[in-house]
């Protein structure tokens, strides 16, 4: 499959891939997709257009992703199954092809009570390994749900997201199987803290033989303060963050210093998991500080993007 999608370009020539985020505003201000899409043009091999991330109102991540393209940024348009049924999702990868993006990110969403509309109805009339099947037959077989035939399919490269973390953990390498059978392209996972624990799902997602089929990008997140550190490992569900993380980041003045030893935190990982067999990119999760990732990614000697035709 050949979407024209600059990361799917970056895997097919064997070069280690590098993703970031670029979250909408909870505003109509498109300028603050312009902003940040110059910001990482060019660092970046793509970033994520969150779609009402955690379950907040924000610019739609279509419209969001689009003017990221126009501004240099290839975009990957996350998709999620709170907000849409089958069919809004399928007339909404249609209109993301006819827009010229090429990926796309599926994901089941984050529950709405934890949004800013906790009374606000959840659809899920589908889950992310439904919604990968759906658009993978939309490309690849020219089909809608339904059965019918579409003319001019749209082709996007497909992504989902996997927690190596969550409960039960001996389970999480099958459930990742479950979405490469479903047709996943590439794979981002939840922020990495405890690396020995992701090593061993690793070794497991391997003896499944899943690396040779889809392309696993390693999420971490670069940490601000020993709060936020602290807020992540008490409070953020699925989340394992080692308290030699929380300790390493609180033995450390609070402000600058601290936003330092986060960045080189984060490096120091990136270096680490770049040596995990399998490991085909790292996918870099610097929450409303996407300021830090350009130096995060120079830092770990991933600058200058190669070039792909």
Known sequence: MKSGSNLEKIFSAGKFAVTAECGPPKSADGNVIVDK?????????????????????????????????????????????????????????????????????CLTGDHGSFGNHPQAKG??????????????NMRDEKIFDCGEEISVAPQLYIGCAENPFAD??????????????????????????????????????RALGLHKEVKIMAGLTPLKGAGMAKYMKNFVPGMDVPDAIVERMAAVEKGEPQQAEGKKIAVEMIKELAEVEGVAGVHIMAVEWEIAVP???????????????
């Open 168 to 205: 039960p953990f001996e389970f999480r390498a099958l459930r990742l199987k479950k979405k490469v059978n479903a047709g996943v392209d590439f794979i981002q996972t939840q922020c990495i803290f405890n690396i020995p624990k992701f090593k061993k799902w690793m070794e497991e997602v």
């Open 37 to 105: 899409a110059k910001l990482l043009s060019g660092v970046v091999d793509a970033a994520n257009i969150t779609d009402n991330q955690t379950a907040v109102v924000r610019l739609c991540s279509m419209v969001s992703a689009h003017l990221a393209a126009d501004n240099g940024l290839e975009p990957i348009m996350q998709m999620t199954c709170r907000d849409r049924n089958r069919l809004a999702m399928q007339a909404d990868i249609l209109g993301a092809a006819a827009l010229g993006i090429k990926n796309i990110l």
């Open 295 to 309: 130096e995060i990614v120079a830092a770990a000697g991933l600058s200058p993007r190669p070039a792909v035709a």
């Open 123 to 136: 659809v899920f009339d589908l889950d992310s390994v439904q919604l990968i099947r759906m658009y993978k």
